[in-house]
């Protein structure tokens, strides 16, 4: 997952967490990001607000597709299908898409799924 380092420094920014180094290096838009893969860092980091967040990367406009026929409506398994087996940086992702924010970095792989859960059946 992509994190971004809001706090903008000359070079970057390094961080050691364990015996794992990260350098938030501008992207070509300017941004410092580096890439996090390990879950507790990742919540480490977003457990800093005011210094990380994780970069949104702005998806293809898609055109709508069909309204489905009653057949077809039957036939959809629910929204929520399948999030157990989803890992927590993928929920994570999810979690994004809906609140279009990342989720408080103590959030647990239940929570994440009950807060999507309960996103998707509001809409």
């Not at 398994?77 to 994570?92: S, V």
């Amino acid at each position: 997952m992509k994190i971004q380092c809001t706090l903008l420094r000359k070079g970057g920014t390094h961080v050691e967490i364990g015996r794992k180094k990260y350098h938030f290096a501008p992207d070509a838009n300017g941004l410092h990001v580096s890439d996090v893969e390990d879950e507790d860092h990742i919540a480490r980091f977003l457990g800093i607000p005011e210094a990380y967040r994780v970069v949104v990367e702005k998806a293809a406009v898609k055109e709508p597709a069909p309204a489905p026929t009653p057949d077809e409506e039957q036939e959809q398994e629910p929204a929520d299908n399948g999030l157990e087996e989803l890992d927590k940086i993928a929920l994570t992702k999810r979690y994004i898409e809906l609140y279009n924010e990342p989720p408080s970095g103590s959030l647990t792989k239940p929570r994440l799924i009950e807060a999507i859960r309960e996103k998707a059946a509001r809409q």
